[in-house]
């Protein structure tokens, strides 16, 4: 079946340093990808979102091209901020209304 | 525009017990869908509901029900608790489901704790 499978955390970093978190998926067919984020104590929210291969989506410094041939979705950032702590999820869309999660991966800034 | 809420914020119940958590959609959605969130993990989905219905369903068993209703809010009612099933239950509600957007926008979350 489809499967998302994300770096292991946590990833600490201080603040300005750069940002990768690794994504890959299994899938059949062209699903759409998202990442999502979720701060302590809070639903997540979707941060960027890609719909086809070589989409790049992007949002508030955060970036992530689809690529099909590495079947791959890795976030990116140039320049992290301590508010930017939180859990990242990556997700694909196996149909419109079911999202198969990562199992996420915790990012600590610090100042 | 009113995001997606649900209640209550916490919950504790006890085995063998009865739960129901409820959630209103975002403004303008009419499908919700379930997900249960155990501690460290992803979300896993439950089901989706479009138009009063269930539209697609995970790997739970049935004492895993849900509803909508005709202002697209819904419930999620679980029979026969056991402790497995202590988690953080979030709903999601996205825009007509022939949009093609499968976006997906996230409520707050039920914690549900059973001892």
């Known amino acids: 079946g489809n499967s998302v499978t994300q770096m292991e955390g946590p990833v600490t970093l201080s603040e300005e340093a750069f940002l990768t978190i690794n994504c890959t998926y299994t899938?059949?067919?062209?699903?759409?990808l998202f990442w999502y984020v979720q701060y302590p104590g809070e639903g997540l929210q979707l941060l960027l979102k890609?719909?086809?291969?070589?989409d790049k989506g992007s949002n508030k410094g955060f970036e992530a091209t689809y690529r099909k041939e590495t079947t791959s979705f890795h976030l990116e950032k140039g320049s992290v901020q301590v508010s930017d702590s939180a859990v990242y999820f990556c997700?694909?869309?196996?149909?419109?209304?079911?999202?198969?999660f990562g199992q996420g991966t915790t990012l600590q800034v610090k100042p | 525009e009113t995001g997606v809420t649900q209640s209550p914020t916490h919950l504790i119940k006890t085995r063998g017990q009865q739960v129901t958590l409820r959630c209103s959609s975002q403004?303008?959605?009419?499908?919700v869908s379930w997900y249960q969130q155990a501690l460290g993990q992803g979300p896993q989905f439950i089901f989706q509901?479009?138009?009063?219905?269930?539209?697609g369903r995970g790997n739970f068993p049935p004492r895993f029900s849900g509803l909508q209703f005709p202002n697209y809010s819904s419930e999620l009612n679980v029979n026969a608790l056991e402790l497995d099933d202590s988690a953080l239950y979030l709903c999601?509600?996205?825009?007509?489901?022939?949009?093609?957007?499968?976006?997906?926008?996230f409520g707050p979350g039920t914690r549900l704790t059973v001892t």
């Open positions: 999601a509600s996205s825009p007509t489901i022939t949009s093609g957007s499968y976006e997906q926008y």
């Open positions: 899938a059949t067919g062209y699903p759409s």
């Open positions: 890609a719909t086809k291969a070589d």
């Open positions: 997700a694909l869309s196996e149909w419109e209304g079911k999202l198969i």
């Open positions: 403004s303008g959605h009419n499908t």
């Open positions: 509901y479009y138009r009063e219905e269930e539209n």
